[in-house]
T-cell receptor, first 111, second 116 residues
């Protein structure tokens, strides 16, 4: 039982490059979300999904896209990376009224 | 909109001493509160949650928290800490009526360092 799996663990991008952070869960959870963690800022919600085909914006959605074509996967896309997107990204999933299960994070550096 | 304030960014304590990590919240809907712990280079794990009922909530690893509606607080306590409790602790409030976890608002975190 893998839980929430994030790939890659580390990534370095140049300004303007695009990439997709992958997130998969095998717990059949309806809800999935992406957070970014920056020093002294806690975790801030980027986008979330309450089920396949349904996504919504969180607190800091600009510069990021998501889609939810299956229950298991919730990729996060950076279309044109900027240094301000240097951060640690966490994917999480849950059932309704159950605690969030977090992945181990992706550390992204944009130069 | 919901918000969370963690009053201390860093808390150093000695092993076997008691500790309190402070959290204040604001919420426009019914209050659902959480404490998460993050060990170095890992994701977050749930310590405890308050959805309703008793205001004293017990969690894992000997931690407990008390919900105080009049003071809008949800402070985390442990009577005797261990070196292994060194981690960053996050208080969070649900932004969903019903306490759904899909949209949590987190505080900025408190780094607890337990010294021998």
């Amino acid at each position: 039982n893998a839980g929430v799996t994030q790939t890659p663990k580390f990534q370095v991008l140049k300004t303007g490059q695009s990439m997709t952070l992958q997130c998969a869960q095998d717990m059949n959870h309806e809800y999935m979300s992406w957070y970014r963690q920056d020093p002294g800022m806690g975790l801030r919600l980027i986008h979330y999904s309450v089920g396949a085909g349904i996504t919504d914006q969180g607190e800091v959605p600009n510069g990021y896209n998501v889609s939810r074509s299956t229950t298991e996967d919730f990729p996060l896309r950076l279309l044109s990376a900027a240094p301000s997107q240097t951060s640690v990204y966490f994917c999480a999933s849950s059932r309704r009224d159950s605690p969030l299960h977090f992945g181990n994070g992706t550390r992204l550096t944009v130069t | 909109a919901q918000s969370v304030t963690q009053l201390d960014s860093q808390v150093p304590v000695f092993e076997e001493a008691p500790v309190e990590l402070r959290c204040n919240y604001s919420s426009s809907v019914s209050v659902y509160l959480f404490w998460y712990v993050q060990y170095p280079n890992q994701g977050l794990q749930l310590l405890l949650k308050y959805l309703s009922g008793s205001t004293l909530v017990k969690g894992i690893n000997g931690f407990e928290a008390e919900f105080n509606k009049s003071q809008t607080s949800f402070h985390l306590r442990k009577p005797s800490v261990h070196i292994s409790d060194t981690a960053e602790y996050f208080c969070a409030v649900s932004d969903r009526a019903g306490g759904g976890s899909e949209k949590l608002v987190f505080g900025k975190g408190t780094k607890l360092t337990v010294n021998p």
